[in-house]
Protein backbone atom coordinates (compact mmCIF):
# COMPACT_ATOMS: atom_id res chain seq x y z
CA UNK A 1 0.00 0.00 0.00
CA UNK A 2 2.94 2.73 0.51
CA UNK A 3 4.54 1.73 -2.50
CA UNK A 4 1.56 2.17 -4.42
CA UNK A 5 1.02 5.65 -2.99
CA UNK A 6 4.40 6.46 -2.99
CA UNK A 7 4.00 5.87 -6.60
CA UNK A 8 1.19 7.82 -7.26
CA UNK A 9 3.04 10.66 -4.89
CA UNK A 10 6.07 10.51 -6.79
CA UNK A 11 4.46 10.89 -10.34
CA UNK A 12 2.64 14.23 -8.99
CA UNK A 13 -0.54 12.94 -7.73
CA UNK A 14 -2.26 13.57 -4.67
CA UNK A 15 -3.87 10.75 -2.79
CA UNK A 16 -7.44 10.81 -0.42
CA UNK A 17 -8.28 8.76 2.42
CA UNK A 18 -11.42 7.67 3.45
CA UNK A 19 -11.17 5.15 6.33
CA UNK A 20 -14.42 3.02 6.92
CA UNK A 21 -15.21 -0.18 8.40
CA UNK A 22 -17.39 -1.37 5.56
CA UNK A 23 -21.17 -1.94 4.93
CA UNK A 24 -20.77 1.20 2.72
CA UNK A 25 -23.79 3.58 2.22
CA UNK A 26 -24.63 7.35 0.93
CA UNK A 27 -22.82 8.92 3.65
CA UNK A 28 -19.57 6.96 2.93
CA UNK A 29 -19.89 7.59 -0.55
CA UNK A 30 -20.29 11.24 -0.12
CA UNK A 31 -16.96 11.65 1.38
CA UNK A 32 -15.83 9.65 -1.11
CA UNK A 33 -17.04 12.53 -3.37
CA UNK A 34 -15.10 15.28 -1.10
CA UNK A 35 -11.96 13.06 -1.42
CA UNK A 36 -12.30 12.86 -5.36
CA UNK A 37 -12.87 16.80 -5.31
CA UNK A 38 -9.54 17.55 -3.93
CA UNK A 39 -7.25 14.52 -5.11
CA UNK A 40 -5.83 12.68 -7.84
CA UNK A 41 -6.36 9.17 -6.63
CA UNK A 42 -8.85 8.22 -3.71
CA UNK A 43 -8.07 5.13 -1.42
CA UNK A 44 -10.93 3.66 0.61
CA UNK A 45 -9.84 1.45 3.91
CA UNK A 46 -12.18 -0.86 4.65
CA UNK A 47 -11.06 -2.24 7.64
CA UNK A 48 -13.34 -3.33 11.36
CA UNK A 49 -10.50 -2.33 13.80
CA UNK A 50 -11.09 -4.88 16.55
CA UNK A 51 -9.07 -2.40 18.91
CA UNK A 52 -11.88 0.00 18.58
CA UNK A 53 -14.49 -2.40 20.21
CA UNK A 54 -15.00 -3.25 23.78
CA UNK A 55 -15.42 -6.49 25.11
CA UNK A 56 -18.87 -7.39 24.88
CA UNK A 57 -19.27 -5.09 21.61
CA UNK A 58 -20.40 -6.27 18.54
CA UNK A 59 -17.08 -6.77 16.67
CA UNK A 60 -18.14 -10.17 15.52
CA UNK A 61 -21.31 -9.18 14.11
CA UNK A 62 -20.31 -6.16 12.55
CA UNK A 63 -22.16 -6.08 9.23
CA UNK A 64 -19.77 -7.03 6.05
CA UNK A 65 -20.12 -7.67 2.88
CA UNK A 66 -17.30 -6.65 0.82
CA UNK A 67 -18.18 -7.94 -2.79
CA UNK A 68 -21.03 -4.81 -2.48
CA UNK A 69 -18.54 -2.59 -0.86
CA UNK A 70 -15.90 -2.92 -4.15
CA UNK A 71 -18.77 -2.45 -6.38
CA UNK A 72 -19.82 0.35 -4.82
CA UNK A 73 -16.48 2.23 -4.57
CA UNK A 74 -15.65 1.00 -8.28
CA UNK A 75 -18.92 2.61 -9.66
CA UNK A 76 -17.75 5.68 -7.42
CA UNK A 77 -14.33 5.71 -9.12
CA UNK A 78 -12.42 4.89 -6.51
CA UNK A 79 -8.65 4.23 -7.50
CA UNK A 80 -7.69 1.43 -4.77
CA UNK A 81 -9.31 0.30 -1.90
CA UNK A 82 -7.38 -1.41 0.83
CA UNK A 83 -8.65 -4.28 2.88
CA UNK A 84 -6.33 -5.76 5.01
CA UNK A 85 -7.09 -8.55 7.64
CA UNK A 86 -6.39 -7.87 11.51
CA UNK A 87 -3.54 -9.95 11.45
CA UNK A 88 -1.89 -8.01 8.42
CA UNK A 89 -2.49 -4.26 10.70
CA UNK A 90 -1.80 -6.01 14.01
CA UNK A 91 1.27 -8.10 14.68
CA UNK A 92 0.34 -10.36 17.92
CA UNK A 93 2.49 -8.60 20.43
CA UNK A 94 1.77 -5.40 19.31
CA UNK A 95 2.33 -3.02 21.72
CA UNK A 96 2.45 0.68 20.91
CA UNK A 97 -0.95 2.88 20.88
CA UNK A 98 -1.98 6.35 20.72
CA UNK A 99 -4.17 8.03 23.54
CA UNK A 100 -5.71 11.14 23.48
CA UNK A 101 -6.38 12.47 26.97
CA UNK A 102 -8.66 15.73 26.94
CA UNK A 103 -11.31 15.70 23.96
CA UNK A 104 -12.25 11.56 23.96
CA UNK A 105 -12.86 12.03 28.29
CA UNK A 106 -16.60 12.94 27.42
CA UNK A 107 -19.65 11.86 25.51
CA UNK A 108 -18.85 8.66 23.73
CA UNK A 109 -15.45 8.31 25.42
CA UNK A 110 -16.75 8.34 28.82
CA UNK A 111 -19.05 5.15 27.80
CA UNK A 112 -16.80 3.71 25.36
CA UNK A 113 -13.89 3.82 27.70
CA UNK A 114 -10.37 2.47 25.23
CA UNK A 115 -12.79 2.98 22.13
CA UNK A 116 -10.83 6.69 20.65
CA UNK A 117 -7.43 4.87 21.43
CA UNK A 118 -8.45 2.09 19.61
CA UNK A 119 -9.74 4.55 16.56
CA UNK A 120 -6.66 7.06 17.47
CA UNK A 121 -4.33 4.40 17.07
CA UNK A 122 -5.88 2.70 13.84
CA UNK A 123 -6.12 6.11 12.08
CA UNK A 124 -2.26 6.57 12.26
CA UNK A 125 -1.46 3.51 11.41
CA UNK A 126 -3.85 4.07 8.13
CA UNK A 127 -2.51 7.90 7.79
CA UNK A 128 1.89 5.92 8.04
CA UNK A 129 0.19 2.97 5.28
CA UNK A 130 -1.68 5.23 2.75
CA UNK A 131 0.40 8.37 3.06
CA UNK A 132 -2.74 10.25 2.18
CA UNK A 133 -2.17 14.12 1.55
CA UNK A 134 -6.23 14.34 2.40
CA UNK A 135 -7.89 12.48 4.20
CA UNK A 136 -11.74 12.95 4.56
CA UNK A 137 -14.11 11.88 8.04
CA UNK A 138 -17.87 12.56 8.71
CA UNK A 139 -19.27 14.96 10.98
CA UNK A 140 -21.91 12.01 11.65
CA UNK A 141 -18.94 11.21 14.36
CA UNK A 142 -18.51 14.49 15.44
CA UNK A 143 -16.14 13.72 18.65
CA UNK A 144 -13.97 11.24 16.06
CA UNK A 145 -13.50 14.50 13.54
CA UNK A 146 -12.34 16.56 16.72
CA UNK A 147 -10.13 13.46 17.69
CA UNK A 148 -8.50 13.47 14.50
CA UNK A 149 -7.97 16.92 14.03
CA UNK A 150 -5.89 17.26 17.39
CA UNK A 151 -4.25 13.67 16.85
CA UNK A 152 -3.22 15.76 13.23
CA UNK A 153 -1.83 18.90 15.10
CA UNK A 154 -0.48 16.97 18.29
CA UNK A 155 1.67 14.49 16.10
CA UNK A 156 1.93 16.71 13.35
CA UNK A 157 0.51 14.01 10.44
CA UNK A 158 1.12 16.22 7.09
CA UNK A 159 -2.79 15.31 6.22
CA UNK A 160 -5.04 17.97 5.54
CA UNK A 161 -8.51 16.62 7.02
CA UNK A 162 -11.48 17.23 5.66
CA UNK A 163 -15.28 17.28 7.60
CA UNK A 164 -18.20 15.95 5.72
CA UNK A 165 -21.82 16.73 6.81
CA UNK A 166 -24.22 14.00 7.98
CA UNK A 167 -26.26 12.25 5.29
CA UNK A 168 -29.39 11.12 6.15
CA UNK A 169 -32.23 8.55 5.18
CA UNK A 170 -35.22 11.07 3.46
CA UNK A 171 -37.13 10.64 6.59
CA UNK A 172 -33.80 11.48 8.66
CA UNK A 173 -32.65 9.12 10.42
CA UNK A 174 -28.95 9.56 10.33
CA UNK A 175 -27.58 6.57 7.67
CA UNK A 176 -25.34 3.88 9.77
CA UNK A 177 -23.71 0.90 8.82
CA UNK A 178 -25.75 -0.51 12.38
CA UNK A 179 -29.07 0.99 11.00
CA UNK A 180 -28.93 -3.03 9.73
CA UNK A 181 -29.78 -3.82 13.21
CA UNK A 182 -33.08 -2.64 13.58
CA UNK A 183 -36.10 -4.16 13.12
CA UNK A 184 -38.82 -2.37 11.25
CA UNK A 185 -40.86 -1.27 14.00
CA UNK A 186 -37.06 0.12 15.83
CA UNK A 187 -36.71 1.76 12.58
CA UNK A 188 -39.37 3.76 13.27
CA UNK A 189 -38.26 4.02 16.98
CA UNK A 190 -35.48 5.10 16.12
CA UNK A 191 -36.71 8.74 14.11
CA UNK A 192 -37.30 10.11 17.41
CA UNK A 193 -33.38 10.80 17.54
CA UNK A 194 -33.21 13.26 14.86
CA UNK A 195 -36.66 14.66 15.80
CA UNK A 196 -34.74 15.76 19.21
CA UNK A 197 -32.15 17.48 17.06
CA UNK A 198 -34.77 18.81 14.96
CA UNK A 199 -36.20 20.45 18.16
CA UNK A 200 -32.96 21.53 19.19
CA UNK A 201 -32.61 23.31 16.19
CA UNK A 202 -35.62 24.73 15.86
CA UNK A 203 -36.17 26.23 19.46
CA UNK A 204 -32.54 28.13 18.93
CA UNK A 205 -33.70 29.20 15.86
CA UNK A 206 -36.72 30.69 17.87
CA UNK A 207 -34.57 32.35 20.11
CA UNK A 208 -33.92 30.13 23.31
CA UNK A 209 -30.66 29.83 24.63
CA UNK A 210 -31.25 27.75 27.78
CA UNK A 211 -29.52 24.67 27.67
CA UNK A 212 -31.70 22.98 30.47
CA UNK A 213 -34.69 23.95 28.32
CA UNK A 214 -33.86 22.84 25.26
CA UNK A 215 -31.95 19.32 26.93
CA UNK A 216 -35.74 18.61 28.53
CA UNK A 217 -37.52 19.61 25.18
CA UNK A 218 -35.68 17.00 23.84
CA UNK A 219 -35.28 14.34 26.37
CA UNK A 220 -39.19 14.27 26.48
CA UNK A 221 -39.51 13.90 23.00
CA UNK A 222 -37.16 10.78 22.92
CA UNK A 223 -39.06 9.56 26.60
CA UNK A 224 -42.04 9.45 24.50
CA UNK A 225 -40.63 6.09 22.91
CA UNK A 226 -40.29 3.82 25.06
CA UNK A 227 -38.27 0.90 23.15
CA UNK A 228 -35.45 3.88 23.13
CA UNK A 229 -33.20 4.74 25.95
CA UNK A 230 -31.37 7.51 26.39
CA UNK A 231 -27.03 6.93 26.99
CA UNK A 232 -26.71 11.19 27.18
CA UNK A 233 -27.69 14.26 25.42
CA UNK A 234 -24.79 16.57 26.04
CA UNK A 235 -24.32 20.74 24.60
CA UNK A 236 -20.49 21.26 24.48
CA UNK A 237 -18.06 23.36 23.08
CA UNK A 238 -17.80 22.84 19.18
CA UNK A 239 -13.96 22.97 19.23
CA UNK A 240 -12.74 22.04 22.77
CA UNK A 241 -15.67 19.27 23.31
CA UNK A 242 -16.26 20.99 27.03
CA UNK A 243 -19.35 21.35 28.46
CA UNK A 244 -21.16 24.17 28.21
CA UNK A 245 -24.07 26.11 30.30
CA UNK A 246 -24.06 28.91 27.62
CA UNK A 247 -25.34 29.36 24.34
CA UNK A 248 -22.20 31.48 22.86
CA UNK A 249 -20.43 29.88 20.02
CA UNK A 250 -20.74 27.01 18.23
CA UNK A 251 -22.58 24.50 20.60
CA UNK A 252 -22.31 20.84 19.44
CA UNK A 253 -25.12 18.86 20.36
CA UNK A 254 -24.64 15.48 20.62
CA UNK A 255 -26.62 12.57 21.64
CA UNK A 256 -26.45 8.57 22.27
CA UNK A 257 -29.32 6.10 22.28
CA UNK A 258 -30.41 2.37 22.07
CA UNK A 259 -32.90 1.07 20.19
CA UNK A 260 -33.56 -2.06 21.16
CA UNK A 261 -30.24 -3.30 21.79
CA UNK A 262 -28.27 -0.84 18.73
CA UNK A 263 -26.16 1.76 20.06
CA UNK A 264 -27.51 5.20 17.61
CA UNK A 265 -25.35 8.31 17.59
CA UNK A 266 -26.52 11.60 16.09
CA UNK A 267 -25.56 15.01 16.44
CA UNK A 268 -26.26 18.96 15.39
CA UNK A 269 -24.06 22.08 15.90
CA UNK A 270 -25.76 25.16 16.43
CA UNK A 271 -24.94 28.65 16.37
CA UNK A 272 -22.96 27.72 13.52
P1 LIG B 1 -17.77 3.88 9.72
O1 LIG B 1 -17.67 2.93 8.56
O2 LIG B 1 -19.11 3.89 10.38
O3 LIG B 1 -16.61 3.76 10.68
O4 LIG B 1 -17.65 5.34 9.09
C1 LIG B 1 -16.59 5.68 8.24
C2 LIG B 1 -16.63 7.16 7.99
O5 LIG B 1 -17.88 7.53 7.40
C3 LIG B 1 -16.50 8.00 9.27
O6 LIG B 1 -15.70 9.16 9.01
C4 LIG B 1 -17.93 8.37 9.57
O7 LIG B 1 -18.05 9.56 10.30
C5 LIG B 1 -18.48 8.55 8.17
N1 LIG B 1 -19.94 8.42 8.17
C6 LIG B 1 -20.68 7.40 8.70
N2 LIG B 1 -21.98 7.65 8.56
C7 LIG B 1 -22.09 8.86 7.95
C8 LIG B 1 -23.19 9.67 7.54
N3 LIG B 1 -24.45 9.30 7.74
N4 LIG B 1 -22.91 10.86 6.93
C9 LIG B 1 -21.63 11.25 6.72
N5 LIG B 1 -20.55 10.53 7.08
C10 LIG B 1 -20.78 9.35 7.69
Known amino acids: MQAWSLTHKRSGKRVGLVPTMGYLHQGHMSLVHLAHERTDAVVVSIFVNPIQFLPGEDLANYPRDFERDERLCREAG ?98 SSRNRYLSAPERQEALCLHRALELADDLYRRGSRDVKVIREAMGGCIAAVPAVNIEFIEFVDNSTLEPVTAMTGKVLVALAARVGTTRLIDNTVLGA
Not at 114 to 132: E, M, S, W
Not at 142 to 164: H, K, M, S, T, Y
Request: proline fraction near 7%.
Open 78 to 175: VTAVFYPAPEELYAADHSVYVDETRLTMGLCGRHRPGHFRGVATVVAKLFNVVLPDVAVFGQKDAQQCALIQRLVRDLNFPVEIVIGPIVREPDGLAM
